[in-house]
């Protein structure tokens, strides 16, 4: 045994397979529920009993898709929760089944306990969503079970025993689940810096189209890093001895720092490319984007393989001969391309020494959730909370679904409600997406699946569905339609082993997808409906509040420089979650009706600009301790472009409109100012505290539109 580990360590075709699979951590979860569902399946086909594979199989497949991300120690209590959960759903759909009004009442209410439960935590969310999923499951087998306890017992077997397998691989490599979502956020921020290159060189349309692709990518990385906080606030909560997180800490603050210089800006960079004489610099800044994007996945993929990071040389090389042309330069070269090249320099030498200081004493605070776990769900007990919204409108959707099915006797017409889970979603544009995708998979995969499935014998098939889940789970998170296609062929494959009517089921399949597919589009266009466009206004206000509580952040951080930034951090945080649910939005009102698209391209323009004000406000972060002895000069235009945000926000929570004026008028007035003013003193913060005024008095005159839009709806709050 030892001389085939010794001759696989030494193999560069081990070697390249090792990496590559580990290099995308969506494998192995992929791999672990297929070894799991494969051997529960073959094994009980060998002995005989088909059912009780599949049944197991589908315990299985269950608990991976409710796993949550959690220290060992929070995994076991997670295993301990998805267990007596599993099996109280799945006993009582059991013992309700010959009572059809019991069962619609019992799946009615425990949907909406389930979906608030799952609001007071990560941990909560995922074994709710899966007791919600074994429970349908239950209903779907329940003809064919040979005895009412059998499906209950299999079903939370099967969880059981994945979730015991799951766990033995992470105590292998404890720390693994902290590497996954760092590596995650690595690869999100490679995708933004990747994308920002494109804006070297540039023209006004192409800068447009690119920051819109931006922001989007800023949704992603933002909510990689919230995950990597949750990760490491769940191991910071089971460690009583905190220095093993140290390294890991310090790659989410190196992390959240590269964010924050990516996500800066210095100048509309239109205006950089428009001039000749910056071509050369531009194409270096172009290159230097590109590499360090490359670096940044890099890193990632360094975190999930276990081989140490090797900084590029050619990043190296290309600073220094940026800098070089830069200083050589004997044109007078604009001070924004100074700047850029400033915070792209120090960018290269932060991930060049990421290794350094990450076992330091020094422990950084991270920002929790202090609320007790009562106080949490109390917060969702009304009725305007989206939570609450949402368990309601699910729980109608199941109740009609399931008289529907009751009252027609649609065949197999549990799978309604199955499709309604995954289906009907928190909001109008996020059901009429995932509907879509549902639909086309499931009559892709039907069309597919029995046109191969006569091709297979039946170990072919058996094989044929632990392939199916494997890619299912694969393109889960990539690419949802592609997902249902293989879990189609999966379901397919399932029935033809229990009783070679795998075929048969497929139309009914096909017919009560649709039927789910339509409840779910109807519930939630007329119980609630949230217009985006009714939200732009508040989420506006919101973005506009957020980014002057980060704009203090950073004054603060000028005039008294802190070892400490939590405050800070959680400052900025906030700014790129109020950003980041402007530009959701936004990006949702594209599949709201018509009618309801209202004002749709000055919600890009908002969008657009809001983006363009926290880029500007995180550059003047990014550049706050390049002196740290050097407090922030000219207090007068801080305080004024201060007053002014802290107004425009006023404005933007009220009806009325007299103010408005006056606050376009003073940051007209600072700008002007700045713009004249002898920017040798101070040149980083003139440029910076201009851009900040100005495309603050710009995202007001959008913003007039939508006052005159917010009669007609309900005040803004």
Not at 334 to 344: A, H, T, V
Not at 347 to 353: D, W
Not at 507 to 525: E, K, N, Q
């Amino acid at each position: 045994m030892n001389q085939l580990f010794n001759y696989l360590n030494i193999s560069s075709w081990y070697k390249s397979f090792r990496n590559t699979f580990l290099s995308d951590p969506d494998r192995l979860l992929a791999f672990k529920a297929t070894f799991v569902i494969g051997t529960l399946v073959i094994l009980m086909v060998i002995f005989g009993y088909p059912f009780y594979g599949v049944s197991l199989g589908l315990g299985a497949l269950a608990g991976t898709l409710s796993e949550t991300d959690d220290h060992p120690n929070g995994r076991l209590k997670s295993m301990v929760l998805k267990v007596l959960s599993f099996a109280i759903s799945s006993f009582s759909v059991e013992l309700l089944q010959p009572y059809p009004i019991l069962l619609a009442i019992g799946l009615s209410f425990s949907t909406i306990i389930f979906i608030l439960i799952g609001g007071i935590s990560e941990r909560f969310r995922g074994v709710t969503f899966g007791a919600l999923l074994i429970g349908i499951y239950t209903m779907i087998g329940a003809d064919i079970s040979p005895n009412w306890y059998v499906q209950p017992i299999l079903l939370t077997t099967g969880a059981f025993i994945y979730g015991v397998l799951s766990y033995i691989f992470l105590s292998l490599k404890p720390y693994s689940l902290i590497e996954e979502q760092l590596a995650r956020g690595f690869t999100a921020l490679s995708l933004y810096l990747n994308e920002k290159s494109k804006l070297f060189p540039s023209d006004e349309p192409t800068e447009k189209e690119i920051r819109a692709k931006l922001a989007l990518l800023n949704v992603q990385t933002v909510e990689a890093l919230d995950k990597c906080k949750a990760v490491l606030n769940s191991y910071g909560e089971s460690l009583s001895n905190q220095q093993p997180l140290q390294p890991y800490l310090h790659y989410f603050m190196v992390l959240q720092s590269l964010h924050e210089r990516a996500a800066s800006s210095h100048d509309p960079y239109n205006l950089l490319s428009a001039n000749p004489l910056n071509n050369e610099l531009i194409g270096g800044i172009r290159q230097l984007l590109h590499e360090l994007a490359h670096a940044t996945q890099n890193f990632s993929k360094s975190l999930l393989t276990g081989i140490s990071y090797k900084h590029p040389i050619a990043l190296d090389w290309l600073v220094k001969t940026t800098n070089s042309l830069l200083q050589n330069n004997k044109l007078t070269i604009s001070q924004p391309i100074k700047l850029l090249i400033l915070n792209l320099s120090k960018s290269h030498i932060t991930l060049k020494n990421i290794h350094q200081n990450n076992l330091s004493n020094l422990l950084p605070r991270l920002e929790k959730d202090s609320r007790t776990y009562f106080e949490r769900l109390k917060a969702q007990l009304n009725i305007n909370h989206p939570r609450m919204r949402h368990a309601l409108r699910l729980s109608v959707s199941f109740l009609i679904g399931f008289t529907l099915s009751e009252y027609f006797h649609i065949a197999k017409g549990e799978w309604i409600v199955l499709t309604i889970l995954f289906v009907l979603q928190p909001s109008y544009s996020e059901t009429r997406r995932r509907l879509f995708q549902r639909t086309v998979g499931t009559l892709a995969g039907v069309i597919i699946g029995i046109l191969i499935i006569q091709l297979f014998s039946f170990s072919g098939q058996i094989v044929l569905m632990l392939a199916s889940s494997y890619l299912f789970l694969i393109w889960m998170k990539r690419r949802y339609s592609i997902s249902v296609i293989y879990v189609t062929i999966f379901v397919l494959c399932a029935f033809n082993i229990i009783a070679n009517k795998g075929v048969d089921v497929m139309a009914p399949r096909l017919i009560d997808t649709i039927i789910g597919a339509i409840i779910s589009f109807v519930v939630v266009r007329f119980l609630w409906p949230e217009w985006q466009y009714k939200k732009l206004p508040n989420l506006l206000s919101e973005a506009i509040l957020k980014n002057t509580t980060y704009f203090k952040a950073i004054l603060e951080e000028y005039k008294k420089p802190t070892t400490d930034d939590l405050e800070y951090r959680i400052a900025r945080r906030e700014a790129h979650r109020a950003d980041n649910a402007l530009v959701t939005a936004w990006q949702n009102m594209q599949l709201d009706p018509q009618k309801q698209q209202q004002l749709k391209k000055v919600a890009f323009k908002l969008t657009y600009l809001n983006h363009a004000l926290l880029s500007y406000v995180s550059a003047l972060g990014a550049h706050r301790n390049q002196n740290q002895q050097e407090k922030l000069s000219h207090q007068v235009f801080e305080i004024h472009i201060l007053k002014a945000l802290e107004e425009s926000h006023h404005w933007l929570i009220t009806q009325s409109n007299n103010k408005i004026e006056n606050i376009e008028d003073t940051l007209e007035k600072i700008s002007n100012q700045l713009l004249n003013t002898n920017k040798e003193i101070t040149q980083i913060q003139y440029i910076l505290l201009f851009n900040i005024a100005e495309v603050t008095l710009q995202i007001l005159e959008q913003a007039k539109l939508f006052k005159l839009t917010s009669v007609a709806t309900k005040p803004l709050k």
